[in-house]
């Protein structure tokens, strides 16, 4: 079936740095790319999204790539803080929505 | 953070019992979905209503039966659960699912613990 493939599990970045998760999908007509973040004991909530006919976006801090023929995309969150931490997800829709299985974003002191 | 709400925030049942998830939308969405979050794993959408209609059932096994009897709720009937099945559910909402690509808001989940 469909997957997605999240790398790293985990990854610690000193505060002040910048920390990059990358995804893979199989769905070559996977055409949108949404990325939760779930802080502890809290709810998913959507941080930024991609959609297949951008190949990059940017919000403050955040950034996106989406690279369609080699069918990957990343985030980027540059000069982390301590409120960064938290487990991001990143998914990949087509008529379904398929996540990865998280990455645990540590921002050391 | 009040748009999805779901109830309760724990639960700890026994294989043999029978209960109910709640979830409840005050976005005026209309499609609503539950999915299973376990440890180290992807989160597993497990239905998906549109309009109260199911328009998705991700081979989930028949102890859990979902019911959705208008767009601002939803339930998740539980009854003869494994040990396996403990998990976070979380319930979500969109303004449609016809687009998959619709944006999604969380509840808060409900931690299930089955003994």
């Known amino acids: 079936g469909e997957n997605v493939e999240q790398h790293p599990s985990t990854l610690s970045v000193q505060e002040g740095d910048s920390a990059v998760i990358k995804c893979t999908y199989s769905d070559s007509a996977s055409n949108y790319f949404p990325w939760y973040k779930q802080e502890l004991g809290k709810r998913p909530q959507l941080i930024i999204d991609i959609r297949s006919n951008v190949g990059e976006k940017k919000d403050q801090r955040i950034a996106v790539t989406l690279n369609k023929t080699a069918k990957h995309f990343s985030l980027h969150i540059t000069e982390t803080q301590p409120e960064d931490s938290a487990v991001y997800f990143c998914?990949?829709?087509?008529?379904?929505?398929?996540f990865g299985k998280g990455t645990r974003l540590h921002i050391l002191p | 953070e009040t748009g999805v709400t779901q109830t309760p925030r724990h639960l700890v049942m026994g294989m043999t019992n029978k209960k109910s998830l709640k979830c409840e939308q005050h976005l005026g969405h209309n499609a609503m979905y539950w999915y299973k979050q376990s440890a180290k794993k992807p989160l597993e959408l497990m239905f998906v209503?549109?309009?109260?209609?199911?328009?998705e059932n991700n081979s989930v096994p028949s102890r859990f039966s979902p019911e959705c009897p208008n767009s601002s709720h939803l339930f998740l009937h539980l009854h003869t659960l494994q040990p396996e099945d403990s998990a976070l559910y979380l319930c979500?909402?969109?303004?449609?699912?016809?687009?998959?690509?619709?944006?999604?808001?969380f509840g808060p989940g409900t931690r299930l613990t089955v003994l």
């Open positions: 979500a909402s969109s303004h449609t699912s016809g687009a998959a690509t619709d944006t999604q808001y």
């Open positions: 209503y549109n309009f109260k209609e199911q328009t």
């Open positions: 998914a990949a829709v087509d008529d379904k929505i398929i």
